[in-house]
């Protein structure tokens, strides 16, 4: 399928971006959050697994890029591991929001901020002590620690109860809270979506960048570009919309919003076919 049976994006500022990654594809970083964009949500993390055409779709468009990469919360061995990126040449994984990188085989990440093993240890207390309902559980990601309601009783009602409990606990070890889909993970501070996305782009150079995400996690990413065009840089922004839970705050400020993984498959394979074909100045 080809991009003129896609639909266009919404905005100026989209549809620029597009026109400037598919003229000068070379110049351009494609960045793409894993969950809820390349991964369908599932009630657990360890289960996700890439939709079976990322990794055909990338490997199309790897070659054809300046730069494809996974931006994401998780580990980055895990993103490889979940997405089956291992074989994929030209694909660069940030992970834990940017402090962990995996390329060409390499891992590479500074040591764990002390603060998380703290809260490791005291959450189990913590949450005893506040009620939290059948269902809430822990999920530690090595560098952070994630609390997930989603498959407690009253998910939105126990997200809300402990949001500020771990707000709190988080302060006290010089963490800091991410909230995303009936999940609130407690991380180091200074390290974001945005900041890690801005990193990548000064460092290759790009003129483009499309970036595509789902939850709160992204807003910081989706800040980055919109600042980043201020400065020059082409941006289209995509969101993976979750028809049963969408971010609103990414919806409204996204050039362009897809029906979920396949639909950001989608996308990614319409671009791969268009520039495979032969043109002027690629």
């Known amino acids: 399928m080809g991009l003129a049976d896609m639909t266009r994006p919404l905005t100026d500022a989209g549809r620029a971006g597009l026109d400037a990654l598919l003229g000068a594809p070379r110049d351009a970083v494609i960045a793409l959050d894993f969950d809820g964009t390349l991964a369908p949500l599932v009630p657990d993390p360890s289960r996700a697994r890439a939709h079976p055409g990322v990794a055909p779709a990338?490997?199309?468009?790897?070659?054809?890029?300046?730069?494809?990469?996974?931006?994401?919360g998780r580990p980055a061995d895990l993103a490889v591991e979940y997405g089956g990126l291992a074989d994929l040449g030209g694909v660069v994984v940030l992970g834990h929001y940017g402090a962990?990188?995996?390329?060409?085989?390499?891992?590479?990440?500074?040591?764990p901020h002390p603060g998380v093993a703290a809260v490791r240890e005291r959450l189990p207390q913590v949450l005893a002590a506040l009620g939290a309902p059948d269902g809430t559980w822990v999920e530690d990601k090595g560098r952070s620690v994630a609390v997930h309601t989603r498959r407690a009783f009253g998910p939105v009602a126990a997200f809300e109860l402990l949001r500020g409990p771990m707000e709190q606990l988080a302060g006290e070890h010089g963490l800091v809270v991410e909230p995303g889909?009936?999940?609130?993970e407690l991380r180091p501070p200074g390290v974001d979506k945005g900041?890690?996305?801005?990193?990548?782009?000064?460092?290759?150079?790009?003129?483009?960048?499309?970036?595509?995400?789902?939850?709160l996690g992204d807003v910081p990413?989706?800040?980055?570009?919109?600042?980043?065009?201020?400065?020059?840089?082409?941006?289209?922004?995509?969101?993976?919309?979750?028809?049963?839970?969408?971010?609103?705050?990414?919806?409204?400020?996204?050039?362009l919003v897809v029906p979920g993984p396949a639909g950001v498959v989608e996308l990614l394979g319409a671009l791969g076919e268009e520039l495979s074909r032969p043109a002027a100045g690629r």
Do not use: H, N
């Open 58 to 72: 990338l490997r199309a468009l790897a070659p054809r890029v300046g730069t494809v990469a996974v931006v994401t």
């Open 100 to 111: 962990e990188r995996w390329e060409d085989g390499e891992l590479t990440a500074p040591p």
């Open 181 to 184: 889909r009936l999940v609130l």
């Open 195 to 215: 900041a890690a996305l801005t990193g990548l782009l000064r460092e290759r150079g790009a003129r483009s960048v499309l970036y595509a995400g789902d939850d």
């Open 221 to 255: 990413a989706f800040a980055a570009v919109e600042k980043l065009r201020g400065e020059g840089l082409a941006g289209l922004l995509v969101c993976s919309d979750a028809p049963d839970a969408p971010v609103r705050e990414l919806a409204d400020r996204a050039d």
